[in-house]
């Protein structure tokens, strides 16, 4: 199933380090993301997750949950959280769930090409690429990144694009190549020029299609 920008991020209720979940409870009113990796005990893996338990205060001060995927079973992550924990000095305070059943990774598409998936399939099987989606407080999916199991993600870039997103929702702006906050942003084109300016004060006009302001605050 391909996830595209704007589906309902599909519910589903699994295991977890946290306990059982229920997807779209668990978001409740705030913006989630959800983050795959192939397999627990792995090196690219541990630091890509050293790195989130190291963000988690950035996530939690925009309102926003982080969930991991693994097709590894709860036992093994709760031991893989030491390592974690040892290796970013942060605490990893965040669920990852059991997917050993595959039912998320076959939800959100994030098995590779030719994955063999027999019934006593192998982790090398059945590893998920390393995918990423944000998802707003109605459970509509804002934005998705998916990279090759051996390259690792840039997780300031991922919270740069929260910020994007969360700035640009609903507020008929869009935000520049290279954007980070305290930049301006691109005037929406359902605006003309003097809509612009009552709305967002002072303009910068580069072409008659391209507009900055500052940003409005929520």
């Keep these: 199933m391909s996830i595209r920008i704007d589906d309902v991020a599909p519910d589903f209720t699994v295991d977890s380090t946290d306990g059982k979940i229920t997807f779209h409870e668990w978001i409740g009113d705030s913006y ?20 989130v338990a190291q963000l988690v205060p950035e996530f939690a001060s925009r309102n926003t949950k982080v969930m991991g995927v693994s097709v590894d079973n709860v036992e ?37 090409a030719g994955a063999y998936l027999p019934e006593n399939r192998t982790p090398a ?7 990423v989606f944000i998802i707003g407080p ?8 998916s990279y090759p199991m051996a390259v690792g993600r840039n997780f300031a870039e991922i919270l740069r694009a929260l910020d994007a ?8 702006i869009a935000t520049p190549a290279n954007w980070v906050p305290g930049q301006d942003v691109i005037v929406g084109l359902a605006l003309n020029d003097e809509q612009a300016k009552e709305k967002f004060g002072e303009i910068d006009i580069k072409l008659p299609y391209l507009r900055f302001a500052k940003a409005l605050k929520k």
Excluded at 32 to 51: R, W
Excluded at 125 to 131: D, E, W, Y
Excluded at 165 to 172: M, P
């Design 32 to 51: 989630a993301i959800l983050f795959s990796h192939p397999k627990d005990f792995t090196p690219v893996c541990t630091t890509e997750f050293g790195a």
């Design 76 to 112: 093994e992550h709760l031991k893989w959280k030491r390592d974690i924990e040892a290796f970013s000095g942060a605490a990893a305070d965040f669920p990852i769930i059991d997917d050993t059943s595959l039912l998320v990774s076959k939800l959100y598409d994030m098995l590779p």
């Design 138 to 145: 109605d459970k509509k999916v804002r934005l998705t990144m």
């Design 165 to 172: 997103v969360q700035i640009t929702d609903g507020a008929g």
């Design 125 to 131: 099987n059945s590893a998920t690429v390393r995918t």
